[in-house]
């Protein structure tokens, strides 16, 4: 494919979307859903499709099984413009799949984890990565057997030239550790919503568990909903308000978010126009069913900015 700007590394599957549920699951009783939703899924999936939405050359190493939703994840990269070259198939395992109960406000997701679990940090070609700008990883404590590497993973990028990111995502064990703390001499991008910056800053407050971290990674980036997202640069707070929206399905707003904010680094923008960039990708997709494919092209997003009168 030439040279990327993006590699990104992680796990691969697809999510059934369930929305317009009738509340809560309850044992012994069955409730309906309006719509069912079969989709790519999985974050870092999904933050590379939108990375390749908005106009970068994207690639994508994980690992699925030699199954149906194996070959429906790689087709639906495929079909987003994405590298695939060097995602694994391993027929000893299964695809993994994430069931998505969707509500307004957030969503509950059920995640038979599979291959996922299995991608190593030795699997991951170097010399593939050394013609990226960027790596980025997702769900890392979802992704067990690529903990112990991931350290080396992200050093070996920036000895390269690359820049980094990480989206550790939700802590299933709450635990909050894994060795998360050796990856950020390494890291140039942190994302979090509050929660997991509260829960990985050690503060009960989550501003106070971002200024700590703040002081180990040069950007920190904590993603608030509704109530858009803010970012410590360098010691400095920095916030955009979002974009208000119906929201639709919240599945995936947070890798469009980390799509967008990433799109603005790469292209040099300034802290705030990074999040506005972020908080519009993260609002299209929240008004959209899915994860990805609420904007094709960057002049969507542009179109929805200046919509609401910000260019």
Not at 9 to 29: K, S, T, Y
Not at 205 to 228: F, H, I, N, P, Y
Not at 231 to 248: C, D, K, L, N, Q
């Amino acid at each position: 494919m030439g040279s990327l700007d993006v590699v990104a590394v992680g796990e691969l599957n697809p999510d059934l979307i369930l929305d317009g549920v009738a509340g809560l699951p309850r044992l012994g009783q069955e409730i309906l859903a309006d719509r069912a939703t079969f989709t790519l899924g999985s974050s870092t999936a999904l933050c590379a499709a939108n990375l390749a939405a908005l106009g970068l050359r994207v690639g994508i190493v994980g690992k699925v099984g030699e199954d149906l939703f194996g070959d429906f994840v790689l087709q639906s990269l495929r079909e987003r413009g994405i590298d695939v070259s060097r995602v694994i198939r391993d027929p000893a395992v299964r695809t993994g799949v994430t069931v998505s109960l969707a509500y307004p406000q957030d969503r509950a997701m059920v995640t038979f984890p599979g291959a996922m679990a299995s991608l190593r940090g030795e699997e991951v070609d170097l010399a593939y990565l050394s013609g990226a700008r960027h790596l980025h990883v997702s769900s890392f404590f979802l992704q067990q057997a690529l903990q112990p590497g991931c350290a080396a993973l992200f050093r070996a990028a920036k000895e390269g030239g690359l820049t980094t990111s990480l989206d550790p995502g939700w802590d299933p064990a709450e635990r909050w550790d894994a060795g998360i703390a050796g990856l950020y001499p390494w890291l140039d991008v942190l994302f979090m919503n509050q929660v997991e910056a509260s829960a990985l800053g050690g503060k009960a407050e989550w501003r106070e568990g971002a200024a700590t971290l703040g002081g180990q990674v040069s950007t920190v980036v904590v993603k608030q909903g509704r109530d858009g997202a803010g970012a410590m640069y360098f010691g400095t707070w920095h916030e955009h308000p979002g974009f208000p929206v119906e929201a639709v399905d919240p599945t995936g707003a947070g890798d469009a978010f980390n799509a967008g904010f990433l799109f603005g680094r790469l292209s040099s923008l300034q802290p705030r126009l990074c999040l506005r960039w972020g908080n519009a990708c993260g609002a299209l997709t929240s008004g959209h069913r899915g994860g990805s494919g609420a904007f094709s092209n960057r002049a969507d997003v542009e179109g929805f900015i200046r919509s609401r009168h910000e260019f």
